[in-house]
């Protein structure tokens, strides 16, 4: 009997249950499920989504770089850290609020409507965050500003924006809503890109060793361009008329340039700015007022 009982296998060791009666990999599983339930409570899932799909729609040379930026831009978009401090304080916040509307702004070319469009709304948001004492919105000083930088940062020449800062302005105490800020925002990128296509059309017509052109060529050029631009009367969008610019052939161009120098009449040089002025006034014709 006593060898029979040596012989009796052993017992396998009950399984390890917590107090809650649950199997321990119940609890790593539940561990894990906390953790994802945490990261999306405090909203990180979502930025962090939101991070990708800024990669995705602006296809940057160096991703880890732009979502460097980007985070590190994320801590201005909020209204609690609107200025409730000194004058000097806010001075500063609203630089930043501006440096990161830009940003936003910058994201994705103008002709990436969707993502364009979104990219507004959010510097939208971030210029119109108040502090504990203003009310939300975004006022005519604030929106003039920007305008004035994003004129400044593309390198245009102040002579040729000036006429189109003039006309779409608004004034400081002046409430911006949302379309006028999206329709002044896009009419200055779409400028821009206007002025270096007509910069680059220049330097076709250029004489390299005087650097200016003929006038009588590039009066010629200008007045194909502004035929190009008439043409597109009936559209509303400053893209549709940087698309009526670029519909310009080698043909009507070489045509233009033909009929002026077979003119034989004298001539005097034009230089680059005189003819960025003329080509933006063209652009800026076209644009209705504000108000």
């Keep these: 009997m006593a060898a029979v009982e040596k012989r009796r296998p052993a017992v396998a060791p009950a399984a390890s249950f917590p107090d809650s009666g649950r199997p321990a990999v119940s609890r790593a599983a539940a561990a894990t499920e906390s953790e994802e339930d945490f990261l999306r409570q405090v909203g990180v899932t979502e930025m962090l989504r939101a991070a990708l799909l800024k990669v995705l729609e602006a296809r940057p040379e160096e991703p880890i770089a732009f979502l460097a930026h980007y985070f590190e831009n994320m801590g201005l978009r909020s209204p609690a850290n609107g200025g409730a401090g000194e004058p000097p304080g806010q001075l500063l916040l609203q630089q930043q609020r501006l440096g990161r509307a830009l940003w936003h702004l910058r994201l994705a070319h103008h002709s990436q409507r969707t993502a364009f469009n979104n990219n507004v709304g959010v510097a939208y948001e971030c210029l119109s965050a108040s502090g504990?004492?203003?009310?939300?919105?975004?006022?005519?000083r604030t929106y003039s500003e920007l305008?004035?930088?994003i004129c400044r940062d593309g390198e245009a020449p102040e002579e040729v924006v000036a006429p189109l800062l003039h006309k779409i302005q608004c004034r400081d105490h002046e409430a911006v809503p949302l379309d006028v800020f999206r329709a002044g925002m896009l009419t200055c990128f779409v400028l821009l890109e206007f002025v270096a296509r007509a910069g680059a059309l220049y330097?076709?017509?250029?004489?390299p060793t005087l650097a200016v052109a003929d006038r009588r060529v590039g009066q010629a050029v200008l007045d194909t361009l502004e035929g190009a631009l008439q043409a597109s009367d009936g559209a509303a969008v400053p893209a549709c008329f940087l698309e009526a610019g670029s519909r310009l052939g080698p043909d009507s161009l070489a045509l233009a340039m033909d009929r002026a120098l077979v003119?034989?009449?004298?001539?005097s040089p034009m230089t680059r700015e005189e003819f960025l002025e003329k080509a933006a006034a063209l652009f800026i014709a076209k644009v209705k007022p504000v108000g």
Excluded: F, H, Y
């Design 203 to 207: 330097q076709l017509l250029e004489d």
């Design 263 to 267: 003119a034989r009449r004298p001539s």
């Design 147 to 149: 305008l004035k930088r």
């Design 132 to 140: 504990r004492k203003k009310k939300p919105g975004l006022d005519g």
